[in-house]
């Protein structure tokens, strides 16, 4: 860790005689404050000699200005040692980079140089705070200690011992602080990292139920944290000490040896000038040296290592939610669970096998219907007998003052079901799907399916199918298996139900790669939909999940679900969608109504109300 910083430290000596030339101008207030103090007002003020008094404070005033310009070329002096530093670092990222990338044979990955650089500017910030502090405290101890020295040299013996007790001190706490802080630093960073993956993936965590889970994956990264911080503010008060008694005991010390020093023949203006040495310059180098090495030293330490030894976990920098990804359940949304890792496709298919046998890419999916055996829970979630579901009282809203979107609804869904949901825009369509899904949990009543409560059921028994399809970046067959493995023959079939099969050639075949970004809304509904179709879900519920397609291309879709067997509901963006389904459900928000085409165009004044505006001769129908 210490070579790049050793190798800048020599790479050019004149930089450093430069960098010590214009420390000792910046240190002169350090050298002369005391002094200027105390011969102003001995041979000044005290002696009836104000010119003299103010000469002094000229003095002082010129040592400042010269302070101030040293200052500045010590800023210049540091840069001039940090930026090839920087450049060594930067140098040394992107080789790594393009090692690693030929080893592995792609190209080198953008998102990890943009994080190695990010390290290599703080550890640049970090070095030059480094040295700026460690230089600005020896340069000033030695200003003092001659300005002291001039002054009164009695006086070093009682400020010397408890500064250097003081330095002692925090020299050594430094390891314990240093580990403490970078222990600290580490949390909060993954604390960070952990948040900013939930919050990434909160879709996903809702759809796979898996709050519970990431609350408390989340909350053990804040604890940790906590516990960090607490370590770290024990360590502090020992660096509190250490200032406590390098910069402030010098004082006491002082003001108690005042009649020891006047017997010395030392005047008032010599006590106040080794005051002005300790509380102006002493104490402050002592505080800022705490507080640089203390920080800077330490992450110039994370970040070297970073830097240097990548493979070494420090901590990752930008990390995925931790435990969670590999074994969230297989999405109820019918979209993957934060990474587009295996995790799928493993408890997609165990969802259906009977017994323990190890999901097989070859194995097929087993038609759902009521024969079908129950199904095998994925971790912690229920199995069910059937996908039966049964709403009874339930009411929802989406807060607790917010107006119930349903209440008091029951409604039953016998297994092999199509049912069509319809009803004005904003009544509560998606909800009733999210209950059914087990996405939403009701403020009131049951929704079950197969007998278990929805929320907790095996989210393999069902697929839910937003309006905004998810595809992720993979090959289009990976995005296809992503809820159960599948053979060719199975995917071919699918993708020719659903209507796949012209996109999956345009794009080059299975093995192309897609992304969101890539496809049109449309085309990652059909890709949606048959990831679904192939599933192994006996209960499908596509809500709105073919809006984009043309009418033509919703109609081969649905009646592919249709076709696929096991209960579907259909929420319906087109009114075609309820004419195909069995049984149509009417919203209204404050009552439902249940029945086939011809009986609610009667019964219905809300349904015939939906129809009458929908012109059949046209193609646009009325959006529901
Ligand atoms: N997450 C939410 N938070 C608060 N209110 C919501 C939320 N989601 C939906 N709502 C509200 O609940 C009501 C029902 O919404 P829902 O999406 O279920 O209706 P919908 O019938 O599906 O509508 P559309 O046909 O336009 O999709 C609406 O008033 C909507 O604004």
New binding site residues.
């Given amino acids: 860790m210490n070579r790049p910083v050793r190798r800048a430290l020599r790479r050019d000596p004149r930089l450093l005689v430069r960098l010590a030339a214009w420390s000792v101008a910046e240190t002169a207030p350090a050298l002369v404050v005391g002094l200027a103090v105390a011969r102003a007002i001995d041979d000044g003020f005290a002696a009836g000699r104000p010119g003299t008094g103010f000469a002094w404070l000229a003095v002082l005033a010129a040592a400042w200005l010269v302070g101030a310009a040293g200052a500045r070329q010590v800023v210049l002096a540091v840069a001039a040692i940090v930026e090839p530093f920087r450049e060594d670092l930067l140098g040394h990222v992107v080789e790594s980079a393009l090692d690693r990338a030929s080893a592995a044979g792609h190209g080198p990955g953008a998102a990890a140089v943009a994080r190695s650089n990010l390290q290599v500017e703080l550890a640049r910030d970090a070095f030059a705070s480094v040295i700026t502090v460690v230089r600005s405290f020896a340069f000033t101890v030695v200003s003092v200690v001659l300005g002291l020295g001039a002054l009164v040299p009695e006086v070093l013996v009682l400020v010397l011992p408890p500064f250097a007790a003081g330095v002692g001190l925090f020299l050594l706490s430094l390891p314990a602080m240093a580990r403490r802080q970078r222990e600290f630093l580490l949390a909060d960073e993954r604390t960070a990292g952990s948040l900013a993956a939930a919050v990434g993936a909160l879709r996903d965590i809702t759809a796979c139920a898996a709050e519970d889970r990431v609350a408390a994956s989340v909350g053990a990264r804040v604890a940790g944290q906590a516990a960090a911080g607490r370590s770290l503010a024990r360590v502090t008060a020992l660096r509190t000490l250490s200032l406590a008694v390098g910069g402030r005991l010098p004082v006491l010390l002082i003001l108690a040896g005042t009649p020891w020093l006047l017997s010395r023949g030392a005047g008032a203006g010599v006590v106040l000038g080794a005051l002005a040495y300790v509380t102006q310059s002493l104490a402050p180098a002592l505080g800022n040296l705490v507080q640089g090495l203390g920080i800077s030293g330490v992450r110039l330490r994370v970040s070297l290592d970073r830097i240097l030894r990548p493979d070494v976990p420090t901590g990752p920098a930008s990390p995925a939610l931790p435990a969670a990804s590999p074994a969230l359940p297989a999405a109820a949304s019918g979209r993957p669970a934060l990474s587009t890792g295996p995790l799928v496709s493993a408890s997609g298919s165990q969802a259906l096998s009977a017994g323990p046998q190890p999901p097989s890419p070859e194995r097929p999916v087993p038609s759902p219907g009521p024969a079908a055996p129950p199904y095998g829970p994925a971790a912690g979630r229920v199995a069910a007998r059937n996908v039966h579901a049964e709403l009874r009282e339930v009411a929802f809203a ?2 607790p003052h ?1 107006e119930p ?1 349903i209440s008091g609804l029951d409604l039953s869904i016998p297994e092999g079901d199509h049912l069509a949901v319809v ?12 209950l059914l899904a087990g996405v939403l949990r009701p403020g009131a009543g049951r929704v079950e399916v197969g007998g278990v409560p929805a929320d907790l059921l095996d989210p393999a028994c069902r697929v839910l199918i937003p ?1 905004e399809a998810y595809v992720f970046r993979g090959t289009l067959w990976d995005n296809l298996t992503y809820l159960a493995p599948a053979s060719r023959e199975e995917v071919d079939a699918a993708a020719r139900e659903v209507g796949l099969t012209a996109l999956a050639e345009r794009l080059g075949g299975y093995d192309a790669e897609v992304s969101s970004g890539a496809l049109s809304p449309a085309e990652r509904q059909l890709v949606a939909l048959t990831r679904a179709h192939l599933s192994p879900a006996c209960l499908v519920i596509l ?2 999940a073919t809006c984009h397609l043309d009418p033509a291309a919703e109609a081969r879709a649905e009646e592919a679900f249709a076709r696929r067997g096991g209960t579907l509901v259909v ?1 319906a ?1 087109r009114l075609t969608s309820a004419t195909r389904a069995r049984r149509i459900l009417v ?1 209204d928000g404050t009552s439902v109504r249940l029945g086939g085409h011809a009986e609610l165009l009667a019964a219905s004044p809300l349904y015939a109300d939906l129809v009458g505006h929908w012109n059949p001769a046209t193609p646009q129908e009325p959006v ?1």
């Fill in positions: 989406y807060g917010a979107v009803g004005p825009s904003g009544i509560g369509k998606s909800t009733l799907g999210a309006q809500d709105e929420i963006h919203m529901l």
